[in-house]
């Protein structure tokens, strides 16, 4: 199981009432702004007003050398190759740079590879075949910076590079004609951390001279590439995001306009966690399916007609991913409740053979939220295994796969995100060195925190808070959606609502009450029961229906009142190790082995039920805690399954368990949980 640690800071409201009055604003608004350390009214109003777009682009290294050849091409009517990425940044910084060039007079064509037969970035395959279509300059978008062997080849067939990217650069630039990136350490820019799609637009204005026009045009690509590659809302990217939104709803790209009607958005204004969680994942759909040529078309399209059949393309491979991601889930979800022990590594290592490159990015991500730890997933397909891998804050993975480097054929990404390729002969070992350095480096692994705002009255909920919270557009890295806790609130009632797919709770507390939603959640595997006292954390969306507005309250997570949030966390910690067999003292065995009666007493609850979901906190309350501690009953729990009385699955947030019929008398002290117990008792 796993437990998120909440996290509320101290509530500062003379420092949110004192801000409040000097920019007559609301003092919830004002609250909202001093837990994002926003305490001045000079602040106030910069981040409110949106920020300015401020950084010259010629401030950005060779971006005059970049200037000047992409000029010299378009004027000697040279052919240029805009060479992009299959992900949505990289597709929309294609589809900027390509209509640009191609409106200024340019020869211009566009190359997306695709990632599963030719993977990221420049390849001697893909510049052969641009060779012979001519060309003569490549303008890279959102890839380049590490392609110092491709960028040579090309340099040998007599094609000129320009790259453009904002990815880390390696310690030696590759040798292009001009490399236009934020992060060199020569770039005088103000701001570093743009998207791909920020890069191009950069240099679109360079070659313009005027950023307002290429705003004007091109914004609302802009705002989705640098949403979509989840970069930092701050500065300029605030401005630009804020700015390309506004474009964005002028609904003049027939492309977006066509997927919005078709998922039902038509006369919606999009804000940012919208376009996030509706366009973005349809656009990226295209590249993970190895099609992103599908979404540059669609995106470059001025003809309604082909927009909508485009986007019913694009909403077709949408669903196949979705049916491909849940059949890799299912798998995945297999493999683990199999081997119980692999659950309790620090770092999940999963493998399995030709699952799809384009989804295993998405699962892993979905591993590491449901149990709270760094997970890689490794597919082999014929002969060669590459993986993706996401992390929990406050464990790199950049750094863990570096420490494995040797037996690598090659790695990259950031702390949080990262790719691999490896021998098949090479998982178990990976796999082992990974979680080795781990250990050494993490001897207590981070625990996943959830920022809470600050607690709200369930009265505070209403359309003017949600207005006051649209103040804070764009939300996302940096500036993220404001969660709320709504403690001590009753359960009255739990419906299943969209088919049975998502639910309905009903709370209340005092005379208020209010309708909580919780996604992708039955009935059945839901663990809390009407009448208990539970607290909630919860975001306020905004919801529309026949032109009225109303809150809709989206729950993020759920505890019961009493549970103790840090014991939980130390018994998960502890059961791992357990059953990792690492580092239990002779005092931890003691507090940890349960005995007669506590095992005697969680068997007869649960065979009295058969079958039982629920959390960690919700069985040790009903069990009567704290008779029975956390570790104990989870200890117990354990015992029961190697014993073969109980069949136990964990899901992360719930744990299902369910009695196994048996003639015979199993011996729970032979079990190998509670002889490793003992055998520490003994040190």
């Known amino acids: ?10 509530l500062q409201k003379e420092v949110a009432a004192q801000l409040a009055e000097e920019c007559g604003i609301d003092p919830f608004l004002a609250l909202l702004l001093v837990t994002r350390g926003i305490t001045d009214a000079e602040s106030a109003a910069e981040f409110l007003l949106g920020g300015d777009i401020e950084d010259d682009p ?10 000047d050849r992409i000029q010299r091409a378009i004027n000697a009517r040279e052919m240029i190759a805009v060479y992009g990425d299959y992900d949505v940044d990289g597709v929309t910084a294609t589809v900027l740079l390509y209509s640009y060039l191609r409106e200024k007079g340019g020869d211009v064509i566009y190359y997306i590879p695709e990632r599963e037969c030719e993977g990221y970035g420049l390849n001697r395959q893909s510049i052969d075949y641009l060779h012979q279509q001519g060309v ?16 040579d080849y090309a340099a040998q067939k007599g094609i000129d590079v320009v790259v453009t990217d904002h990815h880390e650069p390696p310690q030696k630039l590759p040798g292009a004609v001009a490399v236009v990136n934020p992060k060199r350490a020569d770039c005088e820019s103000g701001f570093k951390e743009y998207a791909g799609v920020g890069v191009a637009f950069k240099l679109a204005c360079a070659l313009e001279g005027d950023t307002d026009v290429i705003l004007e ?7 989705l590439g640098t949403l979509g590659d989840v970069m930092l809302i701050e500065g300029e990217n605030r401005a630009l995001v804020r700015a390309g939104l506004k474009v964005l709803n002028q609904n003049t790209r027939p492309g977006i306009y066509a997927i919005k009607k078709l998922i039902g958005l038509e006369g919606r204004q999009l804000d940012s966690l919208t376009t996030v969680f509706s366009l973005v994942p349809r656009l990226n759909a ?35 991913r979705k049916a491909m991601e849940e059949k890799i889930l299912e798998e995945v979800d297999r493999r683990l409740q199999s081997e119980p022990g692999l659950l309790a590594q620090r770092v999940l290592v999963i493998a399995g053979r030709e699952w799809h490159l384009g989804i295993i990015g998405i699962i892993a991500a979905i591993i590491a939220e449901r149990y709270g730890k760094p997970c890689i997933l490794l597919s082999t397909i014929e002969g060669e295994t590459k993986g993706s ?13 570096a420490a494995c480097s040797d037996i690598l054929l090659s790695f990259g990404g950031h702390d949080q995100a990262a790719g691999v390729t490896l021998s098949p002969e090479k998982i178990d070992e990976f796999r082992a060195r990974i979680n080795r350095f781990a250990a050494e480096k993490y ?7 959830l920022r809470i705002d600050f607690k709200i009255r369930p009265s505070q909920v209403d359309v003017q808070k949600l207005n006051l919270i649209s103040a804070l557009e764009p939300l996302g890295l940096g500036n993220p959606q404001p969660v709320f806790g709504l403690f001590g609130m009753r359960i009255d009632n739990i419906m299943p609502v969209g088919q049975g797919r998502h639910l309905r709770l009903s709370v209340s507390r005092d005379d208020a009450r209010l309708s909580v939603f919780r996604f992708n959640s039955t009935c059945e595997s839901f663990p809390y029961e009407c009448g208990q006292i539970v607290n909630l954390v919860v975001t306020m969306e905004r919801n529309e229906f026949r032109g009225v507005v109303s809150p809709t309250l989206l729950l993020k997570d759920i505890r019961l009142a009493q549970a103790e949030q840090e014991e939980l966390i130390e018994a998960v910690g502890t059961f791992d190790r357990i059953i990792r067999r690492e580092g239990v003292s002779g005092e931890e065995a003691a507090l940890c082995k349960p005995d007669r009666r506590d095992v005697e007493r969680i068997y007869r609850f649960i065979r009295s039920k058969k079958r039982w979901i629920g959390t960690l906190d919700q069985l040790a309350f009903l069990l009567g805690r704290p008779a029975v501690s956390y570790i104990r009953l989870r200890v117990s729990l354990e015992a029961l399954r190697e014993a073969g009385l109980f069949r136990l699955i964990d899901r992360g947030d719930v744990l299902g368990v369910s009695v196994v019929p048996v003639s015979e008398k199993a011996d729970l002290n032979k079990t190998p949980i509670m002889q490793y117990l003992d055998a520490c008792l003994l040190k």
């Open 389 to 401: 891998g996401r992390s929990i804050n406050g464990f790199s993975l950049y750094e863990a796969l």
């Open 217 to 223: 045009k091109y914004g609302d690509l802009v705002a």
């Open 1 to 10: 199981m796993r437990f998120k640690r909440w996290v509320i800071p101290p």
């Open 286 to 320: 295209a590249g993970r399916m190895d099609t992103p040529d599908l979404a540059a078309r669609l995106l470059l399209t001025n003809q309604e007609i082909v927009a909508d059949s485009l986007a019913h393309e694009l909403q077709e491979c949408n669903t196949k």
């Open 443 to 449: 001897p207590k692994m981070p625990v996943p925190e």
């Open 58 to 67: 010629f401030s950005f290294a060779d971006m005059d050398i970049a200037v």
């Open 136 to 151: 003569k300059l490549f303008v890279t978008v959102d890839n380049g910076i590490s392609a110092c062997d491709e960028i």
